[in-house]
């Protein structure tokens, strides 16, 4: 059976670095046979968490817990449980994930049981089965973004625990906003597509 990855970002400009990230990442997974999906999350509606917690409080829910919004969440949550890999992607903006991908994160909660008796969440799975890469990016060198700006990938690494993958690569560019329209370069490329083969090694 082929495997499934799929990528969720969370960058507001479509066609920019992020998204040719992603894009030859997920090149290189589906050359080696794999089914891809692409979950935009500026094209989604995502209410915000309201942290009643009603989602964390079933003991036997399964991967994760059901929130009382009826959005797109839940259609995102049943890609992620299905896929073998994931890439988490947003750029930087304030030293940190972009609000749409916060947005997101926020909502995550669902895969902790965590009943009110309780002083702390507990994840729902215990062991991680999925493989992820994060994806970020910054305006300024790329050195200097891990010294003063870690909270993205840190961000993003504690998320892909959360519904149960481990990260096997990840990818921080900078200097992205130095021409309006930038592309990838050959050396970007190829660095993308190698995190992409990692996801289904």
């Not at 049943?78 to 890439?87: F, L, P, R």
């Not at 947005?103 to 799975?125: D, T």
Request: charged content about 25%.
């Amino acid at each position: 059976m082929a495997k499934k990855v799929v990528a969720i970002i969370g960058t507001y400009r479509k066609g920019g670095i992020t998204d040719q990230i992603v894009k030859e990442m997920l090149r290189a997974a589906a050359d080696q046979g794999a089914q891809t999906s692409t979950i935009h999350l500026l094209d989604k509606h995502i209410e915000f968490c309201t942290n009643c917690r009603t989602c964390t409080q079933q003991a036997d829910a399964g991967t994760h817990g059901k929130c009382i919004h009826d959005d797109d969440m839940e259609a995102i949550l049943a890609e992620i449980d299905a896929a073998d890999g994931i890439v988490l992607a947003s750029p930087t903006n304030f030293f940190t994930v972009t609000a749409l991908m916060k947005r997101c994160i926020e909502r995550l909660v669902c895969y902790a049981y965590w009943p009110w008796q309780n002083g702390a969440p507990r994840l729902r799975r215990k062991q991680a089965t999925k493989k992820a890469v994060i994806v970020t990016s910054t305006a300024c060198p790329a050195f200097l973004a891990r010294l003063l700006m870690p909270g993205s990938p840190k961000l993003l690494k504690i998320t892909a625990k959360t519904f149960g993958a481990k990260v096997v690569d990840k990818i921080y560019f900078g200097m992205v906003a130095t021409e309006q329209r930038q592309r990838l370069t050959e050396k970007q490329k190829r660095r993308a597509y190698k995190a992409g083969l990692c996801l289904v090694s």
